[in-house]
Each structure stands twice: as structure tokens, then as C-alpha cells.
């Protein structure tokens, strides 16, 4: 019995990884989204100014990483979750 109840155990926290991996999946398509609108502010800012915009540039690389998070966790590299289970990445 002990056998069937560890076996029980794996697919209900598969389940629940797959339910995490839809949800990182949305909020990959969000991100990426925003990634876009950036990159227009981004480019705007360029055409305007003599250059772009220093914040939106830490934001963005922060942003990257944040994409690079939700890969690795979909692709079963990682088992850490993103944003908003953890805190949100850094720009380095």
C-alpha cells in the first residue's frame, strides 16, 4: 500500500506542476506582451532623445530573466517558480 499512496502522491504534485506550468505559460505570453510595448517605448524614447531610457533598459533586463525563469521552469530545468511565487529577478 505504501507503494500505491507514493505513486498517488507523485501524480498529484505532477498535476499540480502542470497546473503551475499552464499558469507560467500565461504569464509568459503577458511578459512578453510588455517586452513588446517596451521595445516601442524604447524606440520612441530613442527617436526623441539622444537615447533610450535607463530605467526602462534595468527593467527590461530584468524582464528577460523573469522569461528566462518561466523556460527554465517549464522545460523541467528548474524546479524554482517564477514571479509571483518568488521575488522578481534582478537585472544582472
Known amino acids: 500500500m505504501s507503494d500505491e499512496q507514493s505513486t498517488a502522491g507523485e501524480k498529484r504534485s505532477l498535476w499540480v ?7 507560467m505559460g500565461l504569464a509568459f505570453h503577458i511578459a512578453v506582451t510588455i517586452l513588446g510595448a517596451l521595445a516601442l517605448v524604447q524606440l520612441l524614447f530613442a527617436a526623441i532623445s539622444d537615447g533610450p531610457n535607463e530605467r526602462l533598459q534595468h527593467f527590461g533586463r530584468s524582464l528577460g530573466q523573469y ?6 521552469f517549464v522545460s523541467f530545468a528548474s524546479e524554482e517558480l517564477p514571479f509571483p511565487f518568488s521575488d522578481w529577478p534582478s537585472d544582472d
Do not use: A, F, N, Y
Open 67 to 72: 522569461l528566462r525563469q518561466i523556460t527554465d
Open 17 to 23: 506542476r502542470v497546473l503551475l506550468m499552464l499558469l
